[in-house]
């Protein structure tokens, strides 16, 4: 729908931040309806020159949406797939580490989306904070908000069966606090 989503979301790369030189790099996401109407070739695109042109990104899957994409403080970013354009979305989703050129497959599910990602630390011990879409309730084994902390090797559930609501189904952004990452 060429009316509907078009450009969902944008990161920059924030290497040079505080080194007195603009951010140039800039990653931005387009909704895959719209891509296919505007005839591009990706939902995934890069720009090394603030924005004035922008270079396609091969992405590991096509027809996803990419509802968040967060930069780590090593330069690598969480990229989260899922298949439709939520919130709320009942997926499947895929959940990536991507270095600029490779794409590492952290998480996959079937039977849910992806939404909010957020990021503390980086290298092998790198705080992951993973939305679950798509899914409703509060019982054991329900993914509603996945958290690792080792990189996405191993992940557990932190919402689910927590005294009180809980926010399953749109979990459409999490945070982990800069400054206290438990």
Do not use: C
Request: hydrophobic share 35%; proline share 5%; charged share 15%.
């Amino acid at each position: 729908n060429p009316a509907g989503q078009k450009v969902t979301v944008l990161v920059y790369d924030t290497g040079t931040k505080g080194a007195g030189t603009a951010t140039k790099t800039i990653y931005a996401a387009i909704a895959p309806d719209y891509a296919n109407v505007a005839g591009l070739s990706s939902s995934l695109y890069k720009s090394a020159d603030a924005g004035s042109t922008w270079t396609p990104v091969p992405t590991p899957v096509s027809g996803y949406h990419i509802p968040h994409m967060v930069r780590a403080a090593d330069g690598l970013f969480y990229v989260a797939f899922t298949k439709g354009a939520g919130p709320g979305d009942g997926g499947p989703g895929r959940f990536y580490k991507f270095d600029g050129t490779n794409w590492t497959l952290l998480a996959s599910t079937d039977s849910a989306g992806y939404g909010g990602v957020s990021v503390s630390g980086s290298g092998a011990s790198t705080r992951i904070a993973l939305g679950v879409s798509g899914t409703w309730g509060n019982y054991a084994g329900q993914k509603i908000v996945q958290l690792s902390d080792d990189d996405g090797k191993t992940w557990r559930e932190i919402e689910a069966q927590t005294p009180g609501a809980t926010a399953s189904g749109w979990v459409d952004d999490v945070e982990i606090d800069p400054s206290d990452r438990d």
